[in-house]
């Protein structure tokens, strides 16, 4: 029998634009990179689809009007900004050479660390109704809604795409093994959105200090296509790019999740070209020893 090899999804865009000189602050954090240096952007998703990403995620982590506004403009400019931003990083991720995917990145409104923040519905329900239409006018059909930690926010953003020809993977982040990070359970929240259209479940942006017992419970409850991709920090959230584990934990700990056969894999904040590298290496590795 031959064993399948996971989708290679890519690694961080923030952390390689930080390693080729760009500098970022919070609220925007990358995403004024798509109008100051798109060529940039463009070359690091060149970069990760030569090295054998399947997919590469477009840099709209943080393209959105609500962003924009907290970084001191007024809503009108916001949003045009907002645009603006989304709009370069797509045509940044079309531009990239060879047979590749395309995943539209969406997150949460507010900071995803903090679930607590989120806004409510009827500000969700214009928020994601935005970004998905405009990412489908744009050419993306397969949404990579990530580091979702609320599960009221989750759904809505879930409502919106039900009935858009799309394809959708949904990437959790957790507070520990078996809890959202809104404190609801993990069990109950998939439960929930087995319901709708999603494609595939992932976890992303937990760290390598974990022992992953959080895929165990994806797999028997989902059932369908999953994946992982974790940064490489050794705590959660704080100084994710100064203290990350050692080449030694980081192989061990993707060889240990190859083990549990993920559908999807790739790496989230702190990795980097290398790091994408090193794991292609260990998946290859592993599928030819496992076949």
Same mark, same amino acid.
């Given at each position: 029998?031959i064993i399948?090899?996971?989708?290679? *999804?890519?690694?961080?865009m923030?952390?390689?634009?930080?390693?080729?000189?760009?500098?970022?602050?919070?609220?925007?954090?990358?995403?004024?990179?798509?109008?100051?240096?798109?060529?940039? $952007?463009?070359?690091?998703?060149?970069?990760?689809?030569?090295?054998?990403a399947?997919?590469?995620?477009?840099?709209t982590f943080?393209?959105?009007?609500?962003?924009?506004e907290k970084?001191g403009?007024?809503s009108?400019?916001?949003?045009e900004?907002?645009?603006?931003?989304?709009?370069?990083?797509?045509?940044?991720?079309?531009?990239v050479?060879?047979?590749?995917?395309i995943?539209?990145?969406?997150?949460?409104?507010?900071?995803?660390?903090?679930?607590?923040?989120?806004p409510?519905?009827?500000?969700?329900?214009?928020?994601?109704?935005?970004? $998905?239409?405009?990412? *489908?006018?744009?050419?993306?059909?397969?949404?990579?809604?990530?580091?979702?930690?609320?599960?009221?926010?989750?759904?809505?953003?879930?409502?919106i *795409?039900?009935?858009?020809?799309?394809?959708?993977?949904?990437?959790?982040?957790?507070?520990?093994?078996?809890? *959202?990070?809104d404190?609801?359970?993990?069990?109950?929240?998939?439960?929930?959105?087995?319901?709708k259209?999603?494609?595939?479940l992932?976890?992303n942006?937990?760290?390598?200090n974990t022992?992953?017992?959080?895929?165990?419970?994806?797999?028997?409850?989902?059932?369908?296509?999953?994946?992982?991709?974790?940064?490489?920090g050794?705590?959660?959230?704080?100084?994710?790019?100064?203290?990350?584990?050692?080449q030694?934990?980081?192989?061990?700990?993707?060889?240990?999740?190859?083990?549990?056969?993920?559908?999807?894999?790739?790496?989230?904040?702190?990795?980097?070209?290398?790091?994408?590298?090193?794991?292609?290496?260990? $998946?290859?590795?592993?599928?030819?020893?496992?076949n």
């Amino acid at each position: 029998m031959i064993i399948k090899k996971p989708i290679l *999804l890519d690694g961080a865009m923030g952390t390689e634009l930080i390693a080729r000189g760009e500098k970022f602050t919070l609220p925007l954090w990358s995403a004024e990179a798509n109008l100051s240096n798109p060529s940039l $952007v463009t070359n690091i998703h060149q970069n990760y689809a030569d090295e054998g990403a399947d997919i590469i995620t477009t840099n709209t982590f943080r393209s959105t009007a609500w962003t924009y506004e907290k970084s001191g403009l007024d809503s009108k400019n916001a949003k045009e900004r907002a645009d603006r931003s989304l709009m370069a990083a797509v045509d940044c991720a079309q531009k990239v050479r060879g047979e590749i995917k395309i995943a539209g990145s969406i997150t949460t409104i507010d900071d995803c660390y903090q679930p607590k923040r989120y806004p409510g519905d009827n500000i969700a329900y214009d928020h994601y109704g935005h970004l $998905v239409d405009k990412l *489908l006018e744009l050419g993306i059909n397969l949404f990579l809604i990530e580091t979702m930690g609320n599960l009221d926010e989750i759904e809505v953003a879930l409502d919106i *795409l039900h009935n858009k020809e799309a394809e959708i993977f949904l990437s959790l982040i957790l507070k520990d093994s078996k809890t *959202l990070l809104d404190g609801n359970c993990l069990f109950d929240v998939i439960k929930i959105i087995r319901s709708k259209k999603v494609n595939s479940l992932l976890n992303n942006c937990n760290n390598f200090n974990t022992k992953f017992e959080e895929l165990q419970t994806i797999q028997d409850e989902w059932g369908g296509s999953w994946g992982i991709y974790p940064n490489l920090g050794i705590t959660n959230y704080d100084d994710l790019y100064l203290k990350r584990v050692s080449q030694i934990k980081f192989e061990q700990k993707m060889r240990y999740i190859l083990v549990k056969k993920p559908d999807i894999i790739g790496l989230c904040c702190g990795s980097n070209i290398n790091d994408f590298k090193i794991l292609k290496k260990i $998946v290859e590795e592993y599928y030819e020893a496992e076949n």
